[in-house]
């Protein structure tokens, strides 16, 4: 039996280097203004989550019902074709 090869999908690998550069971020600026401060950001970084998933869904929504209404209309299309003869 063969193994399958897994490999993240380009927005995983994204994600993952914005992730590690922000942390990277907030270290530095932990060893120049300080831990207290550089935590600080842990809020607007709380907040760009909340809207990406926000995005990540909304656009998933809208991806499937651009299908459901492909796959109606091609519906009716052969049914159309199919009673008229066309």
């Not at 159309?80 to 003869?85: C, D, I, L, R, Y």
Request: net charge positive.
């Amino acid at each position: 039996m063969a193994k399958s090869k897994k490999t993240a999908s380009p927005v995983t690998r994204r994600g993952f280097l914005k992730g590690a550069a922000t942390a990277a971020a907030i270290g530095t600026s932990a060893h120049i203004v300080g831990w207290r401060l550089s935590l600080t950001a842990l809020p607007l970084m709380y907040l760009v989550y909340l809207y990406y998933g926000d995005y990540v869904s909304s656009q998933t929504a809208r991806a499937l019902a651009g299908l459901r209404f492909s796959e109606c209309s091609s519906a009716n299309d052969e049914r159309v074709e199919s009673t008229t003869g066309r």
